[in-house]
Nanobody, 111 residues
Framework: QDRPVESGGGLVHPGGSLTLSCVAS????????MGWYRQAPGKERELVAV???????DYADFVKGRFTISEDAGKNTVYLRMNNLKSDDTAVYYC?????YGQGTQVTVSS
């Protein structure tokens, strides 16, 4: 099955910003939910933010006010804008498309 493709990860200083992108493997019209998840070393994968075809969005408490999920339906792309990054945000970030995950993109927050 085709997977979504993430990009935009990298190394950033604490307090900095990054924007991740995810291109879905199919038209948004065929997808119910697109979300961002992350997995830090030694930890379980956890939900960061999700957007649905019903127009709803949801965020994990630890990113509320700092991260914003958005989408461009014309490009079948979902974004995650991350502001005020902290060292605890260091993880591999995965895009999820109705339960199908991409390969992930590494985000490292370090001085």
């Amino acid at each position: 099955q085709d997977r979504p493709v993430e990009s935009g990860g990298g190394l950033v200083h604490p307090g900095g910003s990054l924007t991740l992108s995810c291109v879905a493997s199919m038209s948004f019209s065929r997808i119910f939910a697109m979300g961002w998840y992350r997995q830090a070393p030694g930890k379980e994968r956890e939900l960061v933010a999700v957007t649905t075809s019903r127009g709803t969005t949801d965020y994990a408490d630890f990113v509320k006010g700092r991260f914003t999920i958005s989408e461009d339906a014309g490009k079948n792309t979902v974004y995650l804008r991350m502001n005020n990054l902290k060292s605890d945000d260091t993880a591999v970030y995965y895009c999820g498309q109705d339960g199908v995950y991409g390969q992930g993109t590494q985000v490292t927050v370090s001085s």
